[in-house]
C-alpha cells in the first residue's frame, strides 16, 4: 500500500497543480466580483501560446520551456481583457461572456493551429524534467512523497499560494480587492476605483489561468489539442469546493488530482480495479455536487460576485 | 409603440452581433493570408448552394434549434441551463438503448425513442433544477458538473452495454427502423443527412411558443423570470415552477439528443462532450430567446456548420473559422449593452432636441 502511495503521489501532485493555479486565478476574479466561467478558454490560450512558443521558437530546450510558460501567462492575460472588458466596462452578463471566452478560446486556438502548423495539435518535444531535491528528498516519509520526483513547477505554483494568501490578506491591495467583491458600493464611497480593481483582478486570473494551462502542456499533457479537458471547469469546482479561501483552494484541488490520479491508474491496481470505473471518474464530480449543497447555508462566496457593478444602484 | 421598438431593438441587436462577428471572421481570415470574400463565399455557398446541402444544413440545424430552445426556456425563467450538452447525451443514450433493444412496429418505436429521450433529459436537468430550488445551488456550476457525470456515464455505459462489433469507443449501429431518416425525405434533398427531426424541432418551437404566450404556465415561468419575489407574493409556487422549467429545458434538449443520435448519425461515440449544447446557448442569444427567433438562428448556424467543410476543401481556411464566427457572436451578442447604451443616449438627445423645438416653437408664437 506504501508503496502505491509513493507511486501515485508524483503524478497527483502533477495533476494538482495546474488546478491549482488555474484555481487561484479564479480567486482573484471571483474575490473581486466577477465570476470567471472562462478558466477553461484561458487555460487553453495558455497551453496554445506555450506550445507555439515552445515548439517554433527556436530556443535551446532547457529554456523554451520558460519562455513558454512565460508566454503563457502573458497571452492567458492579454485574453481575459475581453472578459474584464464585458464584465466590467459594460456590465455584460458575466457568465455569457465567460462562456463566449471559453468557446472563442478553444475554436480560435485550432483556427491558428491548423494555420500555422497545419493540423490542429501541437506537440512539445521535450516539457519541463523531473528532478530530486537534494538531502529533502533524503527525509524519511516525506522524501519520497513530496520531494522526490518533483517539477519545479511545483515550486512556482506553492510559491504564487502562499504570496496569493499573503496579498489577498494581508495586503492593502488584497483588501480593497475584496471589498469589490463583498461591498462594492461600500468600496467605491471610500474611494476604490472598483473598474480598476476588477480590471486588475481579471487579469491577474487570466495571467494565472494561462500559466495553469501552460504548466499542464509541459509536466501532463505535452501537446496543445484545441481543449484543457474540462480541467478549467474543475478548478471552477476547485474554487467552491474550497470556498474561496486559498489553503482551502489547496486542499480541494489536491483532492481532485489524487481523485483523477486514482481513476487514471486504476485499470493497474488490482485493489482498485473492482471499483469500477464510472464511479472514480464521477466522483470529483458528484462530490462536489454533494459539497455545494453541503456548503449551500453557510457559503463563504463573495457576496457581490456575478453582479456588474451600477454605480446608480442602492 | 414603446413596446414594439423594444421588440424591433432585440433583432436589430441580434442582427449587428451577427455581422459584428463575420466582420471579425473575416479580420481573422484575412490576417492568416486568406481572402475573406472568397471564404464566404464558398461558405455560404457550402451551406446552400444544392439541395443536398440544403438537406445537411437542417438536419445540422435541427439538433441546433431544440438545444437552442432549451437554453431559451430556461432563460425565460431566469435560468442558465448550460447543461444542454449533457442532457444531449442521457436522451441520445435513452433513445440508442430503447432503439437497441425493442423491435417493435416503427411508429410505436420511434414516438418511445423520443419520449425516453426527453424524460431522460428533463430528469436530468431537473436534478440541477431541484439543487437550485432546495438548496439555492447555483444551476450553472450544477450543470456543468452534471456535464461532465454524463460524458464519463457515456464513457463507460456505451462500451459496457452498447459495444459494437469493430470498435470500443462506440455504440452498435441503430437499425434503420430506429432512425428518423425517411427514404422519401432523403431523396427529396438527394440524399443528405435531413431527417424527420426536423418536423419535431419545428413542433417543438410552436409547442414552446403556445406554452409560453398563451398558457398560465408559461405567465407564471416568466414572472418567475421577471420577478422571483414579485412571483412569489403573487402566489406562484416559485420552487416548484423553476424545478419544472429546468425539466422543461432539459426534456428539450434530451430531444435534441434523441434526434442527433438516432437521426442525424446512428450511433454514439464515446469521449464527446457534444458542442451543440453550447452552441444552444448561441442560438439562444441570437433569436433573442423568442421560439421563431430560435428557429432561425439554428438555421443560419446550420448553414455555417454545412458550409465549413466546403470552404475548407476550396480555399484551405481551417473549418474551426465557422466556430470562431459563432463564438464570437456570442461575445458581441453579450456585448451588445455597448450598442443598447448608446442607442439609449442618441434616443434621448433626439427626444430631447424636439422638446427643446417644440418649447421653442410655443415661445415663438408667443
Known amino acids: 500500500m506504501w508503496q502505491l502511495i509513493v507511486q501515485i503521489f508524483p503524478y497527483a501532485i502533477a495533476y494538482t497543480v495546474p488546478l491549482l493555479i488555474t484555481a487561484l486565478g479564479g480567486l482573484y476574479s471571483e474575490r473581486s466580483g466577477v465570476v470567471n466561467i472562462g478558466l477553461e478558454g484561458l487555460m487553453v490560450i495558455g497551453m496554445f501560446s506555450g506550445a507555439y512558443t515552445i515548439s517554433r521558437g527556436g530556443l535551446p530546450p532547457g529554456s523554451a520551456v520558460w519562455v513558454g510558460l512565460l508566454a503563457a501567462a502573458v497571452a492567458g492575460a492579454a485574453f481575459s481583457v475581453l472578459h474584464a472588458f464585458a464584465c466590467v466596462t459594460l456590465n455584460a452578463n458575466q457568465v455569457i461572456s465567460g462562456i463566449a471566452i471559453n468557446m472563442v478560446a478553444g475554436a480560435m486556438t485550432r483556427f491558428l493551429a491548423r494555420n500555422l502548423t497545419g493540423s490542429g495539435n501541437i506537440q512539445i518535444m521535450r516539457g519541463i524534467q523531473r528532478t530530486n531535491i537534494p538531502l529533502l528528498s533524503d527525509i524519511p516519509i516525506l522524501g519520497p512523497l513530496l520531494f522526490r520526483q518533483t517539477y519545479a513547477t511545483t515550486w512556482l505554483a506553492l510559491g504564487i499560494l502562499f504570496l496569493s494568501a499573503f496579498v489577498l490578506f494581508k495586503t492593502r491591495y488584497g483588501l480593497r480587492l475584496r471589498a469589490c467583491g463583498e461591498h462594492p458600493h461600500a468600496a467605491d464611497a471610500a474611494g476604490v476605483n472598483i473598474y480598476r480593481m476588477r480590471y486588475s483582478a481579471v487579469l491577474i486570473s487570466g495571467a494565472l489561468a494561462g500559466l495553469g494551462g501552460g504548466i499542464f502542456l509541459t509536466t501532463v499533457s505535452g501537446e496543445f489539442s484545441g481543449t484543457a479537458g474540462g480541467l478549467g471547469f474543475l478548478a471552477l469546482a476547485a474554487l467552491i469546493f474550497g470556498q474561496w479561501r486559498p489553503f482551502g483552494i489547496l486542499g480541494a484541488t489536491f483532492f481532485f488530482g489524487f481523485a483523477s490520479t486514482i481513476a487514471n491508474v486504476s485499470q493497474a491496481i488490482p485493489e482498485l480495479a473492482r471499483i469500477p470505473g464510472i464511479v472514480l471518474k464521477t466522483f470529483p464530480f458528484v462530490v462536489t455536487l454533494i459539497a455545494l449543497v453541503a456548503f449551500s447555508r453557510s457559503s463563504q462566496a463573495p457576496k457581490a460576485a456575478g453582479e456588474p457593478y451600477d454605480k446608480g444602484k442602492r | ?366
Open chain 2, 1 to 366: 409603440m414603446k413596446f414594439r421598438s423594444g421588440f424591433n431593438r432585440k433583432y436589430v441587436l441580434s442582427l449587428l452581433a451577427v455581422l459584428l462577428g463575420l466582420i471579425a471572421g473575416a479580420i481573422l481570415m484575412s490576417s492568416t493570408g486568406h481572402n475573406p470574400v472568397e471564404g464566404y463565399r464558398y461558405l455560404f455557398r457550402g451551406g446552400l448552394m444544392n439541395l443536398a446541402r440544403v438537406g445537411n444544413t437542417m438536419a445540422i440545424a435541427t439538433t441546433l434549434i431544440l438545444t437552442g430552445l432549451s437554453v431559451a426556456f430556461a432563460f425565460k425563467t431566469g435560468l442558465f441551463n448550460i447543461g444542454a450538452s449533457g442532457q444531449m447525451l442521457m436522451g441520445g443514450l435513452a433513445a440508442t438503448a430503447i432503439g437497441l433493444t425493442y423491435s417493435w412496429p416503427r411508429p410505436v418505436l420511434l414516438t418511445a425513442m423520443m419520449l425516453a429521450a426527453m424524460l431522460a433529459g428533463g430528469l436530468w436537468a431537473a436534478i440541477a433544477g431541484f439543487l437550485k430550488a432546495r438548496f439555492n445551488v447555483h444551476e450553472v456550476v450544477a450543470t456543468i458538473m452534471l456535464n461532465w457525470i454524463a460524458f464519463w456515464t457515456i464513457y463507460y455505459v456505451i462500451p459496457g452495454y452498447f459495444k459494437g462489433p469493430f470498435l470500443e469507443t462506440e455504440s452498435r449501429r441503430l437499425p434503420a427502423a430506429a432512425t428518423l431518416r425517411w427514404p422519401w425525405l432523403s431523396s427529396q434533398f438527394s440524399g443528405s443527412y435531413i431527417n424527420i427531426g426536423i418536423f419535431i424541432a419545428l413542433a417543438a418551437v410552436i409547442v414552446v411558443a403556445f406554452v409560453l404566450e398563451r398558457t398560465t404556465l408559461g405567465y407564471e415561468l416568466k414572472a418567475v423570470g421577471y420577478n422571483r419575489h414579485a412571483a412569489e407574493a403573487a402566489g406562484i409556487k416559485v420552487n416548484a415552477r423553476m424545478v419544472l422549467s429546468m425539466g422543461i429545458a432539459g426534456a428539450l434538449a434530451g430531444l435534441a439528443g434523441g434526434v442527433f443520435y438516432a437521426g442525424y448519425a446512428a450511433t454514439m461515440q464515446i469521449g464527446i462532450l457534444p458542442s451543440q449544447g453550447f452552441d444552444g446557448i448561441a442560438v439562444a442569444l441570437l433569436g433573442a430567446s423568442s421560439p421563431w427567433g430560435v428557429w432561425v438562428a439554428g438555421l443560419f448556424f446550420g448553414v455555417l456548420h454545412t458550409g465549413k467543410g466546403f470552404m475548407t476543401a476550396m480555399t484551405r481556411i481551417p473549418p474551426e473559422i465557422a466556430d470562431t464566427i459563432i463564438a464570437t457572436i456570442i461575445y458581441f451578442a453579450a456585448t451588445s449593452v455597448l450598442v443598447e447604451r448608446y442607442w439609449d443616449s442618441i434616443d434621448r438627445s433626439l427626444s430631447a432636441r424636439r422638446e427643446r423645438r417644440s418649447v421653442s416653437k410655443e415661445e415663438g408664437g408667443n
